[in-house]
């Protein structure tokens, strides 16, 4: 799987937009962006993926450049339980598909 | 739907005993992952299985681990003869193993292994 580069961390004031960026400058026709995150003491919790096109659930959105060498997740109206650590991943899927490999990831702290 | 069930949450074992960590996939998940988490440091992969096979255990120690996962009933982490430094956050996660939903993984909330 293809490497990713992130912050190692970020502050966002309560009630704002926090965008986290993501390198992934390396990724493979067939890869996807994931992004996970980990609240303290918990289990890492799927938040969305995105092969090419943008993307939007009821938790964030995900905008993949054009040349897919980048990406940034948006959580439009962050609160404080959103402070974690954020890990974006890049993987094949599909039947025989391998595990995450996780990064160091970002510490969003939001700020109240 | 439930999501990736782990038992027990909190587990305590005096050195050189057994531990025994269980996952129940997701229903419909025939691929189990198990991560370990050790204090204030990342999550590393450890084993991926589907049911009765072993696929990629790269990441597991050598000595004292195994993984199963059967037909019937839960994928086991077995840690035999635990030391100090099996102390640690151990993860289960489950993906469909298809391509349907992007074959996304989702994560257990973990067992904490802590050997006194």
């Known amino acids: 799987d293809a490497k990713t580069t992130q912050p190692p961390s970020m502050d966002c004031a309560e009630g704002r937009a926090a965008n986290l960026p993501c390198n992934h400058s390396?990724?493979?026709?067939?890869?996807?962006v994931y992004w996970y995150r980990q609240i303290h003491s918990q289990g890492p919790q799927y938040i969305i993926h995105?092969?090419?096109n943008n993307e939007t659930n009821e938790m964030a959105s995900l905008i993949i450049t054009e040349d897919r060498k980048s990406s940034t997740l948006i959580l439009p109206h962050a609160t404080l339980r959103d402070t974690a650590v954020y890990y974006c991943?890049?993987?094949?899927?599909?039947?025989?598909?391998?595990?995450?490999?996780f990064g160091k990831g970002t510490h969003l702290i939001i700020q109240p | 739907n439930a999501g990736v069930m782990q038992n027990p949450r909190h587990l305590v074992r005096r050195r050189g005993q057994e531990a025994r960590l269980r996952c129940s996939p997701m229903?419909?998940?025939?691929?189990v992952y198990w991560y370990r988490q050790l204090p204030e440091e990342g999550l590393k992969f450890m084993v991926y299985?589907?049911?009765?096979?072993?696929?990629?255990e790269s990441g597991m120690p050598k000595e004292r681990f195994s993984a199963e996962f059967p037909k019937e009933g839960p994928s086991i982490l077995r840690i035999q003869q635990v030391v100090r430094g099996d102390s640690a956050a151990y993860f289960c996660?489950?993906?469909?193993?298809?391509?349907?939903?992007?074959?996304?993984?989702?994560f257990g909330e973990g067992s904490w292994l802590t050997v006194v």
């Open positions: 995105g092969l090419k």
């Open positions: 229903k419909g998940h025939s691929h």
């Open positions: 299985l589907q049911k009765e096979n072993i696929i990629d």
């Open positions: 390396t990724i493979s026709g067939n890869e996807y």
């Open positions: 996660a489950s993906s469909p193993g298809t391509e349907s939903s992007g074959n996304t993984i989702y």
């Open positions: 991943i890049v993987r094949v899927t599909g039947g025989g598909a391998d595990g995450l490999t």
